[in-house]
């Protein structure tokens, strides 16, 4: 039999024209008989036997997982700023194992094995799919690579919407007034301003003085998760966080540069001591703040993109529902008295 089993791998061993030719290493049986077939027209040919799996490795110098990762991250990760991606990658090759070949790793059966280990722990579907796109990149590299044959299967998860956590103005005002009271007027400010601009808190902290138009009345925040910059108007009470950050900070840095991350989660968790309201709410909460009292004031989906700066309208339309004013026109319209044409 000339394509046949070796513990986890395939092997072609055939005979052609006297000569024995035998190659191993193969993550599956149809990768096994395309190499055989190729071989085959080769040697009819007279021309070079193809590379194996291990020699297609060692000529790329990705022998392993891991540096597969590696590799991907340099070539298209590493300009994020969260490092998300390579986050997942890398709990994916270290759950495989690290050394393991490219090949070994993306066979379907670890990738499905994967996901059962991700459900065991109760991840959701939106993390499991997370998790894949990530698993999805290494393996599109490593075909383009001829690392492997095909692409696993990757058995992406069913997503709930999910509820979408904001502030409501009383529970708002509650978190200002203790940071007023704490002495923590810097951290209100910031508050202030993510939930009037819809700014991710990173946008807020790496705002420089010259991203703030004259007068306090426009910022631009360059570096954005969706990769576009934005500008947004303030409102009367972020112009006046604005100004006194520029009255006690000068021109130096930012409005918001000099404040920590770290102290700034120990502030979250007093305020989530204090407020139990605040429950597993985070300080992004206010962003979804700023979006869900502009769909609830009336402002249109698309307008509402534009002022958070989401690359899909899909993102915006999960606070459509906060708009009950729409459905109220159109039971406005079926209580209205039909007009019959004279």
Known sequence: MPVRQK???WS??????????????FATQEAAEAWEEQAREAVRRGHPLPMAPKEVAVATGISTIIILVRRVNAVRWASQKSGAMLKLANSFARWVGPELSPAEALETSQVHEYVEFLRDLERSGSTVNRHLAAISCLAKTA????????LPDLPRQKEGEGRIRWFTEDEEADILATLDAW??????????????????????????WV????GNRTVTFWETKAGNSRSVPLTQRAREAVERRRAERGR??????????????SQWDRLRTRHPFIGNAVVHTFRHT????LV???????????WMGHKAIQTTLRYAHLAPQHLDDVLRALERPATSDS
């Open 143 to 150: 075909l383009k690579l001829s690392l492997i044959d095909k």
């Open 7 to 9: 513990g986890q791998f």
């Open 290 to 293: 700023c979006a869900s009292r």
């Open 296 to 306: 609830q004031r009336g402002v249109d989906l698309m307008r509402v993109k534009v």
């Open 183 to 208: 002495g923590e007027r810097e951290t209100r400010d910031l508050f202030v301003f993510l939930s009037d601009t819809g700014a991710r808190l990173g946008e807020a902290l790496k705002l420089e």
């Open 12 to 25: 072609a061993d055939f005979m052609s024209r006297g000569q024995r030719i035998r190659q191993f290493g």
């Open 252 to 265: 130096k840095g930012g409005p918001f540069s000099e404040i920590n991350r770290s102290t700034l989660r």
């Open 211 to 214: 991203d703030v138009a004259r």
